[in-house]
């Protein structure tokens, strides 16, 4: 029958897993060695088990399988904490292997002693520790099935002996359900919903990442409707592309009218967001629609909550509307977007060919432009988020990561790790932060040693950009904010990666397009305006105090030359009458 770590590995194979993420460690060297023997599995060597947990959700991401990542007893299962944090609040299928000290010690306070089954209960759905051969099999399929079914991370631990140890039973097979029903709106729901929209004359949706797979009916409703559709960061990709009805995002990284819209709506129609600055909703005259019941006016007083599939609950309710006659709102709405758009989003993309430091949002723009009609774009936290939000082009095919619910940094490049192994034959790009890339940088050598044709984008303002923006609208003058001027380029090269550093804008398509065309790895890192600060599309006055003080005591410190960088970086590309 084999050892436990076999069985361990027969059943992972039964349940299609491909790749376990991890650093090899003793505790988990009969697992590493069974892995080594088996066929249709491999183990991938990540620098850090935190890298291995944010590939694993990448990777679940992206197939809508289980993925596994693994770590050794003590520090080598704790470093997964961040990626499995990240992995389960974005709701994603992954198991997590957390072996321990041998079993006669555990207790004891023994070298290397924490308890696993303690340690990730918060960040997972299923937490258990498996301690005799007999139970090792069953345990193991309730936390694959468990991370399944309820979409999240499941956890479970073992003594390092115990993998060794014979097998107890047959390892047997079992079938894992992957496909799960679709929650259907109660009927009274249904007929409530249609009313209160059918009687309201000025509707706006806004839309999450629970409108996936719904474009068609949301895109039917709107136009019933006459609603200005607007959107979540995560709801972006699933809503944004063939929308003649786009009022843009809202939120810290918004553009456009869509804070508008909903605040000038007579009725709000919440679907599938579980969107979580509530300062940005109007808490009033809202309803919800989500398929996870939890969610339903957590964020917002409700007239009218409705529990459902997004695509199921509109399919139900449109038959019961007529369609709206008057488009003045949305034609409002419309024009207002068009005209942020053109004033603001792109300001910083025109004629800025010639001006140093580069802008980052002219090399999110060029990116947009250059990178595959597939691509994955993976985005580490930060100011990342901001371009990627404002320039990347959604179109139904590809594919936006990053850590939007638990907002770690160092998140693009592992996750572009799993992507890139997940899809070998698909374009990936990290959009990397400079400040992000320097927590993982080992990261680097994983590419290499996989030769992964992934291409990194450094956006190297040498600063820590989101945490200098909150300081200032907070009031305090920037801090411990600087990075350095780091040659990231002159790392990759040293770690064998092909790699350039851009510093003039007139060169960064010409390498952009170089890095993108080249198989294999490739990183390019462009030195970035480290003043460009993105503005949310509504500034509160308390914000506008915070900036004000934030200025005040850096010209008291002798700093004012910073504060006339930062208006002319950011003031210097809007256009003129």
Known sequence: MGSVAEQLVEVLR?????????????????????IRRAEGISWVHVRNEEAGAFAAAADAELTGSLAVCAGSCGPGNTHLIQGLYDAHRSGLPVLALASHIPSTQIGTGFFQETHPDRVFTDCSGFCELASTPAQFPRLLRIAIQHALGARGVSVLSFPGDLAAQPAAEPTGRSTFLTELAVPAPPWGQVQALAEALGSASRVALFCGAGVRGAHAEVMELAGRLNAPVGHSLRGKEWIQYDNP???????????GACHDALHQ???????GTDFPYDSFLPQARTIQVDHDATRLGRRTALELAVHGDVAATLRAVLPLLEQKPDRGFLDAMLERHCKALETVVGAYTRDIGKHLPIHPEYVAAVLDELASEDAVFTVDTGMCNVWAARYLTPNGRRRVIGSFLHGSMANALPHAIGAQLAFPGRQVVSMSGDGGLGMLLGELLTVVKYRLPVKTVVFNNGALGMIKLEMLVSGYPETETDNGDVDYAAIARAAGMPAKRVTDPAQLRAALTEALERPGPALVDVVTDPNALSIPPVITAAQLRGFALAAGRTVLSGGVGKMVDLARSNLRNIPRP
């Open 14 to 34: 039964q349940a299609g897993v491909e790749r376990v993420y991890g650093v090899v460690g003793d505790s988990l060297n009969p697992v590493v060695d069974a």
């Open 245 to 255: 009805y786009d009022v843009g995002m809202s939120g810290l990284l918004g553009y």
């Open 265 to 271: 709506a007579e009725l709000v129609l919440l679907l």
